[in-house]
């Protein structure tokens, strides 16, 4: 090109044009920096992380990635905004921290398979600091956690669903809740929840919660199984091999279609007008706990089965507040102790309670005088004994009668 050709493009661009262009002409620095050569951009992961996940479909992934979220001085990760979160691998627990706080109502965390791990001295796993209304958390794992696993006790109307813990230690939220893996308050609902080999294995809801279709094996430190704070629906819920209560409910409860195989005792509801029917209990061999202890006036008792015990215990006992009980159609089999106590499995009435009623109930594995304590004031169908030929045996055939045998 001439001398005259640039001349014209120098023209032709201006001022403006040729600083732009002295300025993309520069280099770079000559003598790059000491030490071996690192990477610059993103690695394929954080933008693996950032990208939606289309699909073949090509369809966005509107949820938000909680590994992408900042964190707190005490969480690892802090959602601050309503919406549908989720995680993109497993979480490693720090001590001194939780994985995750929420404070925003309407938050669902689907944690999709992957499992929160712990070490010694985490706070709560997931937690809500303040009250917080309608969190959902889904599918998810937690491992050898120290703290509650979820504390949701400040917050109502929340759900767990699916959630698998153990062996994991769990600590108490306040002086009424016993120490626990998974607490949420008012209105919270458990379904489907796995609890195996932690100690402080409770699952608890507050007024008006339900718990159902939950597991919890080989539990430790003494705590129930399940519990409410206040009225609750307790269903078809599994509990083997505990050191603690099955069922516990300081309101009024429904319990019902439970399984309780080698635990201390069975389920123990205070509040009046519960519900405790068709469950089978089978208390701990030489344990001196009830299989059902009601404290409630005018509750119902009815089609249990309840086998095991040996150390004293009732069958079914209804205590002091619990006037007005009904106790009718169930089954019991009096354990027998190998230290020489007494044979438990009797059904017991506190002196002082009356107006209930005791009928078609059937013992097996006691005497007449060792099966059924009604004090006065009671009523009770007849006490008979049986064995044989029953349509030869007196009153047994009456709607109303207790049998042993």
């Not at 493009?9 to 732009?20: D, E, S």
């Not at 939780?98 to 937690?127: K, P, S």
């Not at 509650?148 to 994991?168: K, N, Q, R, T």
């Amino acid at each position: 090109m001439g001398s005259i050709d640039r001349r014209v493009i120098l023209a032709g661009a201006g001022l403006a044009g040729v600083a732009a262009l002295s300025r993309m002409a520069k280099a770079g620095p000559l003598e790059p920096p000491q030490g071996p050569i690192q990477p610059t951009g993103r690695t394929l992961q954080e933008i693996y992380d950032k990208i939606a996940r289309g699909g073949p479909s090509g369809t966005p992934e509107a949820r938000i990635p909680i590994q992408g979220l900042t964190g707190t001085p005490t969480a690892l990760y802090c959602i601050k905004q309503p919406g549908c979160y989720y995680l993109t691998g497993n979480v490693q627990g720090v001590p001194g921290k939780c994985a995750i706080e929420i404070y925003a109502d309407q938050v669902e965390i689907e944690c999709d398979g992957f499992t929160f791990i712990g070490t010694q001295g985490t706070l709560a796993c997931i937690r809500t600091p303040s009250s917080q209304r309608c969190i959902g958390i889904y599918d998810g794992g937690f491992q050898q956690w120290h703290g509650m696993c979820v504390d949701l006790s400040s917050s109502s109307d929340c759900i767990c669903e699916e959630l698998v813990f153990d062996s994991c230690v769990g600590t108490s939220p306040d002086p009424v809740t016993p120490p626990a893996t998974c607490v949420m308050g008012p209105g919270g609902v458990a379904y489907d929840c796995d609890v195996r080999k932690c100690f402080g294995a409770t699952i608890a809801v507050g007024q008006n919660g339900i718990i159902e279709e939950c597991a919890c094996s080989d539990g430790g430190g003494g705590s129930p199984c399940f519990f409410s704070s206040g009225d609750a629906v307790i269903e078809d819920n599994f509990a083997l091999n505990c050191d603690g209560p099955a069922i516990v409910v300081q309101g009024k409860g429904v319990v019902l279609y439970n399984r309780v195989c080698t635990c201390p005792s069975g389920v123990y509801v205070v509040g009046r007008c519960s519900v405790v029917a068709e469950n089978d209990i089978d208390i701990s061999p030489g344990s001196t706990g009830n299989g059902i202890s009601i404290g409630g006036q005018r509750s119902c008792v009815c089609d249990n089965y309840l086998a095991g015990g040996g150390g004293g215990g009732a069958g079914i006992a209804v205590l002091v507040g619990g006037d007005g009980t009904l106790i009718e159609g169930n089954h019991v089999v009096g354990g027998d102790s190998s230290t020489g106590a007494v044979a438990s499995g009797f059904m017991y009435i506190q002196p002082g309670v009356t107006r209930c009623h005791v009928v078609s109930n059937h013992h097996r594995g006691l005497s007449t005088s060792s099966a059924f304590y009604i004090p006065p004031g009671n009523s009770y169908g007849p006490l008979v004994v049986v064995s044989g030929d029953l349509s030869q045996v007196s009153n047994s055939a009456h709607p109303l009668a207790n049998t042993v045998g």
